[in-house]
């Protein structure tokens, strides 16, 4: 039984559910409120803090576990990313105030006070600038730090600028940029997954992976004419080329199956329509192994 530690609570506890269901693991605990969860095969889940999550792998506590990178970056443990998940994105940011003086960091000047939750990655990063300044650790509500004269700059979390916006705060540098991975031990720390283990893992990443590459795709097919199969080429282009079926008593059309991207999907019925397409069928695709 392999242990996966996930965020208990949040948008990326949401997320990471809604994945592995996805992916035909979905979690069954014996109530809301459970520490410990089956996740069916050969998988158990555990709940616990995001930001616990690296501490917890590193450590051989869980096998793997799904967090944000931003996290594992300011833990400094020696893990590494299997599975860039895609959600939770957002960016780690330095801010001063928008009526300061401060627009860069280059004009940052020595001994200024930054404010963050994140002060080893705040300190790895400003040390990387030549820049010597002074780390204000807090535990939340960073952006208003500034305002009450606890620190000239912060360094936090913004996934599109309009808090800090509201907060009076301008971003002037960009520290990391983040999403949730699926991590395991690094082999620096002498945990690294071996053997069945890793076996199991690299089929954890597929199951997941097929799920992230379908969504946004689109299965098509539609009833063309023969004659315009080239046109058709270029309409479907699909993953190797749309797959060319002929249809029994079809005559001067043949079927065409390919997978579309989602957003351009209206766009591609209507080229379709045009060339003389019948029977348009679009469905979506559970998981998409390439």
């Known amino acids: 039984m392999l242990r996966l530690a996930i965020p208990n609570k949040g948008r990326l506890h949401d997320d990471a559910r809604s994945l592995l269901a996805d992916a035909g693991l979905e979690v069954r605990?014996?109530?809301?409120?459970?520490?410990?969860?089956?996740?069916?095969?050969?998988?158990?889940?555990?709940?616990?803090?995001?930001?616990?999550?690296?501490?917890?792998?590193?450590?051989?506590?869980?096998?793997?576990?799904?967090?944000g990178w931003d996290l594992v970056s300011e833990s400094g443990r020696p893990l590494e990313s299997r599975l860039d998940l895609g959600f939770?994105?957002?960016?780690l940011v330095v801010a001063a105030k928008d009526d300061?003086?401060?627009?860069?960091?280059?004009?940052?000047?020595?001994g200024t006070r930054i404010a963050t939750v994140f002060p080893q990655l705040t300190q790895r990063f400003f040390a990387a600038a030549g820049k010597r300044v002074e780390l204000v650790p807090v535990?939340?509500?960073?952006?208003?730090?500034?305002?009450?004269?606890?620190?000239?700059?912060?360094?936090?979390l913004t996934s599109t600028g309009s808090t800090l916006r509201v907060n009076g705060l301008r971003e002037i540098g960009n520290?990391?940029?983040?999403?949730?991975?699926?991590?395991?031990?690094?082999?620096?720390?002498?945990?690294?997954?071996?053997?069945?283990?890793?076996?199991?893992?690299?089929?954890?990443?597929?199951a997941l992976g097929s799920v992230l590459a379908a969504r946004g795709q689109r299965y098509l097919m539609a009833n063309v004419p023969?004659?315009?199969?080239?046109?058709?080429?270029?309409?479907?282009?699909?993953?190797s080329g749309?797959?060319?079926?002929?249809?029994?008593?079809?005559g001067s059309k043949v079927a065409v199956h390919a997978v579309c991207p989602a957003s351009g999907i209206y766009r591609t019925i209507n080229a379709l329509k045009a060339i003389g397409a019948e029977g348009i069928l679009v469905t979506r695709i559970e998981r998409l192994l390439a």
């Open 88 to 91: 939770g994105r957002c960016r």
């Open 175 to 206: 520290v990391l940029e983040s999403t949730a991975h699926l991590v395991v031990a690094g082999p620096a720390s002498g945990r690294a997954p071996v053997g069945e283990r890793d076996r199991t893992l690299r089929e954890l990443v597929d």
């Open 100 to 110: 300061g003086s401060v627009r860069s960091i280059a004009e940052i000047p020595d």
């Open 139 to 156: 535990s939340g509500a960073v952006e208003i730090a500034p305002h009450l004269g606890i620190a000239d700059v912060i360094v936090d």
């Open 226 to 239: 023969r004659t315009r199969l080239d046109e058709v080429k270029q309409i479907l282009p699909g993953i």
């Open 29 to 67: 605990a014996s109530s809301e409120r459970a520490l410990v969860a089956s996740l069916g095969g050969e998988f158990e889940a555990i709940f616990v803090r995001a930001q616990d999550i690296p501490e917890f792998v590193a450590d051989g506590a869980a096998d793997a576990g799904i967090t």
């Open 242 to 250: 749309p797959t060319v079926i002929d249809v029994m008593n079809g």
